[in-house]
């Protein structure tokens, strides 16, 4: 509840500043490097040179201050690689950010283990988790990830951490076998699950499973059909909705802005088409236009990702009544 104030209370804040672009995540990548490969990630193809280089502490914090955005996710690459991780959510939390760390939980344990993190409701650790331990393995190219990540969890847990679990999902994604995952999620007790179609990442070695527009429309109007009053999803109930193909949004890229080792990217955390030194010029000088789907820009063509689309799920919340009522009833019922 005190996430959902600080993000509402932030987007009216823009909304009455009369503020037509602004971040609500900033997706904070401090290193490329990772302890898996899997074959649908295009962050982890670059030349060991660049996967051996991190960004300072001290950058992260500037990029956030930069910024401005009241949460901050950190993905990778592995975040629990990152050799400072431990002080960078520190100071996160000190300056009340709403922190995800997404994480394959290859790791977790043992930095558990090792006192790094100390709960807080600033924190959440986002288990990268692609359906249940056949999809799962398949997905991240190793077996036995999958109970690992769930000890990881249990853990977690245990210990009073906030956990969530972001989920990929690619051609062939069985929706049925979805629902059951979404049960498993629940028994574990995770506080919430958000789900995604993978973008087709130039660089990713799998390029034939990337879900096209129709078919993931298919696919989560069949998997979220008659939704259990048990699951609980970490994301806009109306970003559910036009997954499902019942809104007809634009993306709204400058949402999410990234910010990794080379600037913040344009335009968005799936494109690398340049960077900029700054996240004003980042703002100002990208030519937006020239993005999202009705630009015909065929990059962004089957696009319906959560970085670029969760921010436009979150305006249509906040920008009209009517916007607001489909949230309250669709929070309030569970219908999507």
């Not at 600080?6 to 823009?14: D, P, S």
């Not at 990029?63 to 520190?90: H, N, T």
């Not at 993190?117 to 036995?144: N, Q, W």
Request: a positive charge; proline letters at 6%.
């Amino acid at each position: 509840m005190s996430q959902m104030w600080t993000v509402a209370t932030y987007v009216l804040g823009q909304r009455l500043r009369g503020r037509q672009r602004y971040p609500l995540v900033l997706m904070l990548e401090p290193l490329f490097r990772c302890n898996l490969a899997c074959a649908g990630c295009g962050k982890i193809q670059y030349p060991g040179h660049i996967l051996r280089r991190h960004l300072t502490v001290e950058q992260c914090l500037a990029a956030v201050e930069e910024c401005g955005a009241p949460m901050v996710s950190i993905p990778g690459g592995e975040p629990l690689m990152y050799p400072d991780i431990g002080r960078l959510v520190q100071e996160l939390v000190a300056r009340k950010k709403y922190v995800y760390l997404c994480t394959n939980a290859i790791l977790l344990k043992e930095k558990l283990d090792g006192g790094l993190f100390t709960p807080s409701k600033y924190l959440s650790f986002s288990i990268h988790m692609d359906g249940l331990r056949e999809e799962h393995d398949e997905a991240v190219c190793r077996d036995g990830v999958y109970d690992v990540a769930v000890e990881g969890i249990r853990e977690a847990l245990r210990r009073g951490f906030r956990v969530t679990t972001n989920t990929t999902l690619f051609d062939g994604a069985n929706p049925m076998r979805m629902r059951d995952f979404f049960d498993a999620m629940m028994d574990l007790g995770v506080e919430g699950m958000m789900v995604s179609p993978g973008y087709s990442y130039a660089k990713a070695p799998d390029q034939e499973h990337f879900l096209r527009r129709q078919r993931a429309h298919e696919l989560f109007r069949t998997m979220l059909a008659n939704p259990k009053k048990r699951w609980r999803f970490n994301q806009s109930p109306i970003f559910l909705q036009f997954l499902m193909g019942k809104h007809d949004f634009e993306c709204t890229p400058w949402g999410n802005p990234t910010y990794n080792l080379f600037g913040w990217q344009r335009p968005c955390y799936l494109l690398q088409e340049g960077y900029a030194p700054s996240f004003r010029e980042l703002l100002e000088t990208t030519r937006w236009d020239e993005y999202g789907r009705r630009s015909g820009n065929p990059k962004c063509r089957d696009c319906m990702v959560h970085c670029g689309y969760e921010p436009t799920a979150v305006n249509h919340t906040f920008g009209s009544w009517r916007g607001f009522r489909e949230a309250v009833v669709a929070t309030v019922t569970g219908r999507l």
